[in-house]
């Protein structure tokens, strides 16, 4: 608005001087005009100083505005630093209390309760640690052009803020996974001392019974799922497996069918057989010991995200006995 009266004021000077000398008596007049123009003239010095000062004050005040911005970002990137940087501690203590677990022959409940107390610890630092890293996503999303002014490349945090929220996640099914398989180890030993080797005597023959130690074989499959699609694999094909572990970058679902048949009916939507116990819905990692018949049937669903979702990199190991 003063910009536009300046102009203004510019126009009527110049109109004043272009009237001067136009009459033949007109030295009053050009008093008069010439004290008008002095007049005119600093009227628009003043504006032209006052425009000054207010783009002066814009500036300070968007100045301010973007350090308090990067301020914001500043104190929000390092909050998350802590939480991976305490997250990681915790895995690290996982990890060992693990190690530890599984280095001896005979795994206990101590053993266990104590694994089980670091997955919860673990669990509840990312029910704080991930809302808040979502929240720091929607921020660079929200202020994305005014921190690219400070050079800072939002895309590519809001990549590395995924990758994170994505490996926190993974670790924490994971977790699980090895409690239960832990737990089954267990109790497996735990059975196994009543079925210890024995012997009895007819007349002068010995006899001596054994147990059965079984051999394990692990089988790998690569899949890349695009958005939407699915996947099914016969738990026969390489023998009788007893485990099945999943890997994926993205969410993924997991069945298990009674049969070939029954994976059919699931696509038709018709009533079909499948083992409840083993399905899962939007998980990175998948690990089960698993005693189903022959015939039984995996599939491997990635979720429609209305068609423009990712595709899955998934890897499957089969544990086979022999």
């Known amino acids: 608005m003063k910009i536009k009266r300046i102009l203004i004021i510019s126009n009527i000077i110049l109109l004043i001087m272009s009237g001067i000398g136009c009459t033949e008596d007109n030295s009053g007049t050009i008093e008069k005009q010439g004290a008008e123009i002095e007049s005119l003239k600093q009227e628009l010095e003043e504006q032209k100083q006052e425009a000054k000062e207010e783009q002066r004050k814009t500036e300070i005040e968007e100045q301010k505005k973007a350090d308090e911005l990067i301020d914001d970002f500043k104190k929000r990137i390092n909050t998350i630093d802590q939480n991976i940087e305490s997250l990681n501690s915790k895995i690290d203590s996982w990890d060992s209390a693990y190690s530890m677990a599984m280095a001896d022959n005979d795994i206990n409940y101590n053993e266990i309760n104590q ?85 009895w005597e007819d007349e002068s023959i010995t006899y001596t019974t054994d147990s059965y130690i079984p051999t394990y074989e692990d089988y790998t499959e690569y899949l890349v799922l695009e958005d939407g699609y699915i996947h099914g694999y016969p738990l026969d094909y390489y023998g009788e497996v007893t485990d099945i572990e999943i890997s994926s970058d993205i969410e993924i679902n997991i069945y298990i069918m009674a049969s070939e048949a029954d994976y059919y009916k699931w696509i038709s939507e018709e009533t079909y057989e499948h083992y409840t116990s083993y399905e899962a819905y939007e998980v990175y990692y998948y690990y089960r010991s698993i005693d189903v018949y022959d015939d039984a049937y995996l599939i491997v669903e990635n979720p429609s995200t209305f068609e423009i979702g990712d595709s899955a990199n998934i890897e499957i190991i089969f544990t086979v006995e022999y």
């Open 115 to 199: 694994l089980a107390e670091l997955a919860d610890t673990y669990k509840e630092e990312c029910e704080y640690a991930v809302p808040r890293m979502e929240e720091f996503k929607t921020f660079l999303t929200t202020n994305e052009q005014d921190l690219k002014g400070s050079e800072i490349d939002s895309y590519k945090e809001k990549i590395e803020i995924s990758d994170d929220i994505v490996t926190i996640k993974r670790n924490s099914e994971k977790m699980n996974s090895d409690i239960e398989y832990l737990t089954q180890i267990m109790e497996e030993l735990e059975l196994s001392k009543w079925y210890e080797l024995y012997e």
